[in-house]
C-alpha cells in the first residue's frame, strides 16, 4: 500500500505565497516522478509542476516563473513554492506519484494524494 500525505495550503492573499510538501510512504521500491497537478473550479486536472529521480523539473504554463520544486529523495518527499499567488491559482491541489513498488517494471503505477485546498483571495 502507498499513501501520498500532504501538507500546506489553505487560505492566502493574493500576492502572497505558499508551500505544499508531499511525501509518499508504504511499500516503495523507486519514485521516477513525482510532483503537484490542481483543479481549479470549472476546469479539468492540469500539471502545476514535477520533477524527475534525476532532477528534471517540469512546469504548468500557468505558473511558469511564479513555482519552484524540490525534491527530497531520502524523504521521498517533494515541496512546492508558490509565489505571487492569484484568485485563479485556487482549487485544490494534488500530490502525484509516478513510483515503482518492487523492482519489477509491472509494479510501475500511478498514485495521488486526496488533495489539499488553496483559496488565494483578492
Known amino acids: 500500500q502507498v499513501d501520498l500525505v500532504e501538507s500546506g495550503g489553505g487560505r492566502v492573499q493574493a500576492g502572497g505565497s505558499l508551500n505544499l510538501s508531499c511525501t509518499a510512504s508504504?511499500?516503495?521500491?523507486?519514485?521516477?516522478?513525482m510532483g503537484w497537478y490542481r483543479q481549479t473550479p470549472g476546469n479539468e486536472r492540469e500539471l502545476v509542476a514535477t520533477?524527475?529521480?534525476?532532477?528534471?523539473?517540469k512546469l504548468g504554463d500557468t505558473v511558469l516563473e511564479r513555482a519552484t520544486i524540490s525534491a527530497n529523495k531520502a524523504e521521498k518527499s517533494v515541496l512546492l513554492r508558490m509565489n505571487n499567488l492569484k484568485p485563479e491559482d485556487t482549487g485544490v491541489y494534488y500530490c502525484f506519484a509516478d513510483l515503482l513498488t518492487t523492482w519489477r517494471i509491472s509494479s510501475r503505477g500511478n498514485y495521488w494524494g486526496q488533495g489539499t485546498q488553496v483559496t488565494v483571495s483578492p
Open positions: 520533477i524527475t529521480i534525476d532532477g528534471r523539473t
Open positions: 508504504g511499500s516503495i521500491f523507486s519514485i521516477p516522478d
